[in-house]
């Protein structure tokens, strides 16, 4: 069965940057997409980032659009988001998950395995 393990969440402050990581424990393959999405306390599940298996495609929510970046390293079988201006916004359990639907996916059903989460907290 394939498992996600999210990393690199921690408490930062306004402005910073924060890079997670999301390994897998199976190689993925050209019908994946691999997304974040975020829960903060009080919030539905938010989208937040997705990319394709090749990495030719990204699409972001408006939120973290310019300051977030997904790429994928097919090498190692992981999947990063790199947070860049991090707002208290931002703070949230940030989870990722594979989808084999159909593009760009941003619902939370649309996506089939989940990792556990890893805590985002901006803060000053």
């Known amino acids: 069965q394939m498992q996600l393990a999210e990393s690199g969440g921690g408490l930062v402050q306004i402005g910073d940057s924060l890079r997670l990581s999301c390994a897998f424990s199976?190689?993925?393959?050209?019908?994946?997409?691999m997304g974040w999405f975020r829960q903060a306390p009080g919030k539905d599940r938010e989208f937040v980032a997705v990319?394709?298996?090749?990495?030719?495609?990204?699409y972001y929510a408006e939120s973290v659009k310019g300051r977030f970046t997904i790429s994928r390293d097919g090498v190692k079988n992981t999947v990063y988001l790199q947070m860049n201006s991090l707002k208290p916004d931002d703070t949230a359990v940030y989870y990722c998950?594979?989808?084999?639907?159909?593009?760009?996916?941003?619902?939370?059903?649309?996506?089939?395995?989940w990792g556990r989460g890893t805590q985002v907290t901006v803060s000053s």
């Open positions: 998950a594979l989808s084999t639907g159909l593009w760009p996916p941003r619902l939370s059903r649309e996506y089939s395995t």
């Open positions: 199976e190689r993925t393959f050209s019908g994946h997409q």
């Open positions: 990319i394709t298996w090749s990495g030719s495609k990204t």
